[in-house]
């Protein structure tokens, strides 16, 4: 197999890139185009650095009728044989040998434990304590129309976890060299999401096909012999002989159980609680908080393409998006991330009298306004004490006054006020692009003076990387 880079079609002829890259293939191999039997793309990204020549990029992998006659002078930079290995999942016990399995929680890392487990033969018992994502939908559409919120079945827990209201993006830093973010992404087109997400730069499914994903993959489990129980929230845990034995599930019921995954994910305060109170080791660990920053999407759109995206040949542009990093003067890093091109603002509170944000898409990204998380770092010396749940207490603290700022609903501010320290009376503009109400605040009071002032230093710093992104109509919510 022959892997290529660096391949570039202008992007209005990409409704043809497999003749054109077949095309370029054969002159970059110096080879007739019938020897090649097929390709791959491997990955597909925009370069928008010539506008308004906008151009997509790829790699691809190309087998061949007889891939020793190629001469050596083509092989180089972006030239190179590859050998493709599939990911192999080897548990380190026999079905025989393995007793009973527990998964604690059903986002993305209990999802495919479960899923593994199942197809491998293990017979894996998952429990979630919010709804099917069926249900769970009605659920979050509720809260955000009334403001009633279900604490055990929100935008956090529930079927698929957080991801399933934050549109699906599927980004990883981490190497893949054993091919596993590799199968995960096959797994989803598996079951239902579009092919592109196993090659283009920045993969997203979409909260509204996400859903649907989720619950195909169920099916699998159960149908390979897994068990899922919705609606079981894990509340102690029974040790003995310096192994767990029991977990007590909703207060009152024994489930014997050899061993215990624990995909918990963000928002299980309570039961990071108990684990605490349990002896488990825990340590505190750095985080980022800040306020989701709503542009325009033309905005984006010029700065990264030079027109909007509805405006590009046949629409082949996509909503764009943006990557920003700065540090502040006051040793706080700054940056966007989360970031949803043609998006939503959700609120995605999950305990009383608390109030976060966070960010999502539909697969046609085709709302108004791009937003992203514009986030300071954290560290453990930024807590009360050196109790590993301190972090949690500093979140708690913050969401509560978030809450009470907006009066129970979404905190939102112009960037303008923002940098006054002023409560807003009225949009400019742009307006806000929300699921849930929103309510005139000064984020200025709820978050850290110090995070404040990175925030205003260094989002004036990203202006001068993205025209207009301090402009004083933004709009910041919070937290």
Request: net charge neutral; with cysteine.
């Amino acid at each position: 197999m022959i892997r290529i880079n660096q391949l570039k079609i202008p992007y209005e002829k990409s409704k043809d890139e497999q003749g054109i890259l077949i095309s370029k293939i054969a002159k970059k191999l110096n080879i007739p185009k019938t020897e090649i039997t097929s390709l791959s793309i491997v990955r597909k990204s925009i370069d928008g650095r010539e506008k308004p020549d906008i151009y997509f990029v790829y790699s691809v992998d190309v087998a061949l009728e007889n891939e020793s006659k190629l001469k050596p002078k083509v092989f180089g930079k972006d030239v190179s044989k590859v050998t493709k290995s599939a990911y192999s999942y080897k548990p380190s016990k026999t079905v025989e040998d393995s007793g009973k399995t527990v998964v604690v929680g059903m986002g993305p890392a209990g999802l495919f434990c479960g899923y593994f487990l199942s197809i491998n033969g293990y017979k894996p018992i998952i429990i979630e304590r919010g709804k099917k994502v069926e249900d769970r939908l009605a659920d979050v559409e509720k809260f955000w129309e009334t403001g009633v919120l279900n604490t055990e079945s929100n935008v956090q827990f529930g079927e698929g976890g957080a991801g399933t209201f934050s549109d699906g993006k599927l980004n990883t830093m981490v190497k893949d060299k054993l091919g596993r973010n590799k199968l995960v992404l096959e797994t989803f087109v598996k079951f239902g999401a579009s092919p592109e997400i196993t090659y283009v730069n920045k993969p997203h499914i979409g909260t509204d096909v996400l859903s649907q994903v989720i619950s195909n993959m169920r099916e699998a489990i159960i149908e390979a012999g897994g068990e899922i129980r919705f609606e079981t929230k894990l509340t102690d845990i029974v040790v003995k002989e310096d192994r767990i034995s029991e977990i007590i599930v909703n207060d009152n019921e024994r489930i014997s159980v050899d061993n215990l995954v624990l995909a918990l994910g963000h928002s299980a305060r309570d039961t990071f609680k108990m684990l605490y109170n349990k002896k488990l080791h825990m340590e505190p660990k750095a985080f980022a908080v800040g306020v989701r920053m709503e542009h325009k999407q033309s905005l984006i759109d010029d700065a990264m393409y030079g027109m909007r995206h509805e405006d590009s040949v046949d629409g082949l542009l996509g909503a764009a998006d943006y990557k920003l990093t700065a540090h502040a003067s006051n040793g706080r890093s700054v940056y966007s991330f989360c970031m949803c091109p043609g998006g939503y603002v959700v609120n995605a509170s999950s305990e009383e009298g608390m109030l976060a944000v966070n960010g999502m898409s539909y697969s046609k990204r085709d709302s108004q306004n791009a937003n992203s998380a514009i986030i300071v770092s954290v560290t453990p010396d930024d807590f009360k004490d050196d109790n590993p749940l301190s972090g949690i207490e500093f979140q708690r603290e913050l969401e509560k006054a978030a809450f009470d700022a907006g009066n129970g609903k979404i905190p939102v501010q112009t960037y303008g006020d923002f940098k006054l320290d002023k409560k807003s009376t009225q949009f400019g503009n742009i307006t806000p692009v929300t699921k849930g109400n929103t309510a005139f605040a000064d984020i200025n009071k709820v978050l850290p003076k110090s995070l404040c002032d990175a925030l205003k230093e260094c989002i004036t710093t990203f202006g001068k990387n993205i025209k207009d992104f301090d402009d004083e109509d933004a709009i910041i919510l919070g937290v």
